[in-house]
């Protein structure tokens, strides 16, 4: 009984963090790729460079998420409170 | 333990190579790794073995590595220091670069084994950990070996109430990395899992070339982070 309590609030808080993780990087890469555009539209010769830079700060961004992925899949499959 | 089963995605099950009741090997990941390690050292040996004026192919592939991680060296750390830590961000570079390719080129699935499956090495959270603490010794061996004991002035700047934040960044720079690297490798491999699951034919293969590109960035950016963690302590 306490087992499947556990389960499924494992699920819920995993569905949550995933969920959640992804809502602040999502702002903040829409915000990155507009700042980048612009960028783009008044210096066209840049273009390289502001790729360059775009899609690292992109996955620095990306990796908010995954932070949120880790909790989620270690929730999932290796549940410290199930006994 | 208990885990959950969805189409045959698992997370956390390994080939386990016991030698006694304590000390056991991941046995998938210590062979991919040790494939992807004897590859790249067979490649970098038999690719400079001559070097000519005019490079040839292997060395013309080698020569754009080395300008890579050159410049990743040289913009974190400065000109002066860059050539003492090329080697170690180069290696880290060249590893994780080489086991996310071969997690996500070679198809490891039409190989069976016994329990757990063959993939990235990086896609066990071990292999990542180790790398994020060889990043942290190394951080802390070059700043001990270029400041020396005023290394430790480090922990009450800018002030001395920074010192709690200082000591606690310490910990949490390996384990971002840690996770940071893992997370994305299993994520992708997450991906193409479930999209093969539902549609086999044709529709993973655009999430399979994200993946593959993703893979290649994370090497860049597990390589940037360790040179820049050095380049933040010798600066």
């Given at each position: 009984?306490?087992?499947?309590?556990?389960?499924?609030?494992?699920?819920?808080?995993?569905?949550?963090?995933?969920?959640?993780?992804?809502?602040?990087?999502?702002?903040?890469?829409?915000?990155?790729?507009?700042?980048?555009?612009?960028?783009?539209?008044?210096?066209?010769?840049?273009?390289?460079?502001?790729?360059?830079?775009?899609?690292?700060?992109?996955?620095?961004?990306?990796?908010?998420?995954?932070?949120?992925?880790?909790?989620?899949?270690?929730?999932?499959?290796?549940?410290?409170?199930?006994? | 333990?208990?885990?959950?089963?969805?189409?045959?995605?698992?997370?956390?099950?390994?080939?386990?190579?016991?030698?006694?009741?304590?000390?056991?090997?991941h046995g998938e990941t210590i062979f991919v790794s040790t494939l992807v390690v004897t590859t790249i050292c067979l490649f970098l040996i038999l690719g400079t073995r001559d070097l000519n004026k005019?490079?040839?192919?292997?060395?013309?592939?080698?020569?754009?590595?080395?300008?890579?991680?050159?410049?990743?060296?040289?913009?974190?750390?400065?000109?002066?220091?860059?050539?003492?830590?090329?080697?170690?961000?180069?290696?880290?570079?060249?590893?994780?670069?080489?086991?996310?390719?071969?997690?996500?080129?070679?198809?490891?699935?039409?190989?069976?084994?016994?329990?757990?499956?063959?993939?990235?090495?990086?896609?066990?959270?071990?292999?990542?950990?180790?790398?994020?603490?060889?990043?942290?010794?190394?951080?802390?061996?070059?700043?001990?070996?270029?400041?020396?004991?005023?290394?430790?002035?480090?922990?009450?700047?800018?002030?001395?109430?920074?010192?709690?934040?200082?000591?606690?960044?310490?910990?949490?720079?390996?384990?971002?990395?840690?996770?940071?690297?893992?997370?994305?490798?299993?994520?992708?491999?997450?991906?193409?899992?479930?999209?093969?699951?539902?549609?086999?034919?044709?529709?993973?293969?655009?999430?399979?070339?994200?993946?593959?590109?993703?893979?290649?960035?994370?090497?860049?950016?597990?390589?940037?982070?360790?040179?820049?963690?050095?380049?933040?302590?010798?600066?």
């Amino acid at each position: 009984m306490v087992d499947s309590i556990v389960s499924a609030a494992s699920v819920i808080a995993a569905a949550i963090a995933v969920g959640f993780a992804g809502v602040g990087p999502g702002i903040g890469q829409g915000n990155a790729a507009g700042q980048a555009v612009e960028g783009i539209a008044r210096q066209p010769e840049a273009e390289g460079k502001i790729r360059g830079t775009l899609l690292l700060s992109l996955a620095f961004m990306e990796s908010l998420t995954i932070y949120g992925l880790v909790v989620a899949l270690s929730v999932l499959f290796a549940n410290p409170f199930l006994g | 333990m208990h885990s959950f089963l969805l189409s045959k995605i698992e997370v956390g099950s390994h080939l386990y190579v016991n030698f006694s009741d304590s000390l056991h090997l991941h046995g998938e990941t210590i062979f991919v790794s040790t494939l992807v390690v004897t590859t790249i050292c067979l490649f970098l040996i038999l690719g400079t073995r001559d070097l000519n004026k005019v490079p040839g192919n292997s060395q013309n592939v080698l020569e754009v590595i080395y300008d890579l991680v050159k410049s990743i060296a040289v913009t974190q750390m400065g000109p002066s220091y860059y050539s003492q830590f090329l080697p170690f961000v180069a290696t880290i570079f060249l590893f994780v670069l080489g086991s996310n390719v071969a997690g996500a080129l070679i198809p490891w699935k039409l190989i069976e084994i016994p329990s757990g499956e063959l993939a990235a090495p990086t896609n066990d959270i071990n292999t990542t950990a180790c790398l994020a603490i060889l990043t942290s010794i190394a951080y802390f061996f070059a700043g001990l070996k270029i400041k020396g004991l005023g290394f430790f002035k480090r922990y009450i700047k800018p002030a001395i109430f920074f010192l709690p934040l200082n000591i606690v960044e310490d910990f949490s720079k390996p384990l971002s990395l840690n996770f940071r690297l893992f997370g994305n490798v299993v994520a992708d491999e997450l991906t193409v899992a479930v999209i093969c699951s539902l549609v086999p034919i044709l529709i993973p293969l655009p999430v399979m070339m994200l993946g593959l590109f993703a893979s290649c960035l994370q090497a860049l950016i597990f390589a940037t982070l360790a040179a820049a963690y050095i380049g933040e302590v010798i600066e």
